[in-house]
């Protein structure tokens, strides 16, 4: 049966003289050796976001888009039949 048993694993590496090499604290995926896969590469963010005085700025960034964003207020109550309303 076509797709049987097929699985979707997510992960980041890094690229290094011509081998995929995953970062550290990544599960490796659940795969007999030898087993042959698909790869999509997509370059990921760069990492000095993260670290120090990047992540700090990120973080505020993050924290003002929320404020700006926020679910707080009045929003308008459904009843239980507009919950219930099918289509």
Do not use: C, H
């Not at 005085?53 to 964003?69: D, F, H, K, V, W």
């Amino acid at each position: 049966m076509k797709g049987a048993g097929k699985t979707t694993t997510w992960l980041r590496a890094t690229y290094r003289d011509g081998v995929f090499i995953p970062l550290p604290g990544q599960l490796p995926p659940d795969l007999p050796e030898e087993t042959e896969v698909e790869l999509t590469v997509r370059e990921a963010s760069p990492r000095a976001a993260v670290n120090g005085e990047g992540r700090a700025a990120l973080l505020r960034e993050i924290a003002a888009s929320m404020r700006t964003n926020s679910f707080t207020g009045d929003p308008p109550r459904l009843t239980r039949d507009e919950l219930q309303e099918r289509r």
